[in-house]
């Protein structure tokens, strides 16, 4: 009797399985569609990112800035020429232009030579960018046919149309540009670049003063247009008693102070002489801290003469700088 119900549970196990097996279904699907190249438009999208990487606007703003350095030093050059004519006496001072210029001649070949190279550079890239923008081109063209809904044709359609109604709306109705700077109120406009200095000598006491200012007098008077000065810090390196004219700057950087000093006071320091490298000239006249005071002193170079503007006090004397700068 157990026999016989193991063998029927055997039998109804075998034909379950077999009715599974008859009523199963297998449908074969293919895709008329060709596989999108998802590696390829990868491989485009990292390339265009390379490219606009290559092309900065600090490429533009390089060359920008050799074109206006070297305008710079052209005028210059051809000035300290036409100063070395006037001034030469055939001997150490003439000597000492000529070095001047020799070495103006070097920097605006080096600038030259830059801006030779930064243009080949730019060239090139311009070749180049040409050539990947045409492939570029090309690439989508041909993932385009992948698109078989037209979603990227009714997209670009979309864009097209959005530009044109654009146009048309700022046709009607133009906008008026504004008339003043919208940031700051230099009307000269922001900085384009801001090159380091440049040394030609090692100045007419080299080694000896750290610290002092020098300038040209914005407001000059008539006939030293092209005068210099120079304060140097001589005591301490803080404190000064005097301001050297030059009568130019082949003068400044070979050290022939033909005006000579113009002395404040005879001791160093005292009241009302210089204190700290905060120096400037305007109109013939100094600017400067005073000598330990919350003062700012104005030294007239014609009447050799001191007046002094009294500030508030506990006013630092770095503060003072600004002050007498915008004086």
Same mark, same amino acid.
């Given at each position: 009797?157990?026999?016989?119900?193991?063998?029927?549970?055997?039998?109804?196990? =075998?034909?379950?399985?077999?009715?599974?097996?008859?009523?199963?279904?297998?449908?074969?699907?293919?895709?008329?569609?060709?596989?999108?190249?998802?590696?390829?438009?990868?491989? $485009?999208?990292?390339? @265009?990112?390379?490219?606009?990487?290559?092309?900065?606007?600090?490429?533009?703003?390089?060359?920008?800035?050799?074109?206006?350095?070297?305008?710079?030093?052209?005028?210059?050059?051809?000035?300290? $020429?036409?100063?070395?004519?006037?001034?030469?006496?055939?001997?150490?001072?003439?000597?000492?232009? %000529?070095?001047?210029?020799?070495?103006?001649?070097?920097?605006?070949?080096?600038?030259?030579?830059? #801006?030779?190279?930064? @243009?080949?550079?730019?060239?090139?890239?311009?070749?180049? =960018?040409?050539?990947?923008?045409?492939?570029?081109?090309?690439?989508?063209?041909?993932?385009?046919?992948?698109?078989?809904?037209? *979603?990227?044709?009714?997209?670009?359609?979309?864009?097209?149309?959005?530009?044109?109604?654009?146009?048309?709306?700022?046709?009607?109705?133009?906008?008026?540009?504004? @008339?003043?700077?919208?940031?700051?109120?230099?009307?000269?406009? /922001?900085? *384009?670049?801001?090159?380091?200095?440049?040394?030609?000598?090692?100045?007419?006491?080299?080694?000896?003063?750290?610290?002092?200012?020098?300038?040209?007098?914005?407001?000059?008077?008539?006939?030293?247009?092209?005068?210099?000065? #120079?304060?140097?810090?001589?005591?301490?390196?803080?404190?000064s008693n005097y301001v050297r004219r030059y009568s130019s700057l082949s003068s400044l950087i070979v050290g022939v102070?033909?005006?000579?000093?113009?002395?404040?006071?005879?001791?160093?320091?005292?009241?009302?002489?210089?204190?700290?490298?905060?120096? $400037?000239?305007?109109?013939?006249?100094?600017?400067?801290?005073?000598?330990?005071?919350?003062?700012?002193?104005?030294?007239?170079?014609?009447?050799?003469?001191?007046?002094?503007? /009294? #500030?508030?006090?506990? =006013?630092?004397?770095?503060?003072?700088?600004? %002050?007498s700068v915008h004086s």
């Amino acid at each position: 009797m157990k026999l016989y119900a193991i063998a029927l549970q055997c039998a109804l196990f =075998t034909l379950a399985e077999q009715a599974s097996r008859d009523d199963s279904c297998v449908c074969e699907l293919r895709n008329s569609e060709q596989r999108f190249p998802h590696d390829k438009l990868s491989t $485009v999208e990292d390339n @265009t990112s390379e490219c606009n990487s290559n092309i900065t606007s600090q490429k533009t703003l390089e060359l920008e800035s050799l074109l206006l350095g070297l305008e710079r030093r052209l005028p210059q050059l051809q000035e300290d $020429v036409a100063i070395l004519e006037r001034e030469n006496d055939g001997g150490l001072y003439g000597a000492l232009s %000529l070095q001047v210029i020799e070495n103006e001649m070097r920097d605006i070949m080096q600038l030259i030579e830059k #801006l030779n190279s930064t @243009t080949l550079g730019h060239q090139q890239l311009i070749t180049d =960018t040409t050539q990947q923008l045409e492939d570029f081109k090309a690439q989508m063209v041909e993932l385009e046919k992948y698109d078989t809904m037209q *979603v990227v044709k009714r997209q670009k359609a979309n864009r097209i149309l959005k530009r044109d109604l654009d146009q048309c709306k700022n046709g009607l109705h133009p906008t008026n540009q504004p @008339t003043q700077p919208t940031q700051g109120i230099c009307p000269y406009g /922001q900085f *384009v670049n801001i090159t380091g200095a440049v040394v030609n000598t090692a100045g007419e006491y080299p080694g000896s003063y750290k610290y002092g200012a020098w300038g040209r007098d914005p407001k000059p008077e008539a006939g030293k247009e092209s005068w210099y000065w #120079l304060v140097m810090m001589t005591s301490n390196n803080r404190f000064s008693n005097y301001v050297r004219r030059y009568s130019s700057l082949s003068s400044l950087i070979v050290g022939v102070s033909v005006p000579g000093n113009v002395q404040i006071h005879s001791t160093n320091p005292t009241t009302n002489t210089i204190q700290g490298p905060n120096v $400037v000239m305007y109109g013939e006249a100094l600017y400067y801290n005073c000598y330990n005071q919350d003062a700012v002193c104005r030294f007239n170079l014609t009447t050799k003469t001191v007046t002094t503007l /009294q #500030l508030p006090k506990g =006013t630092r004397f770095a503060a003072q700088l600004c %002050l007498s700068v915008h004086s």
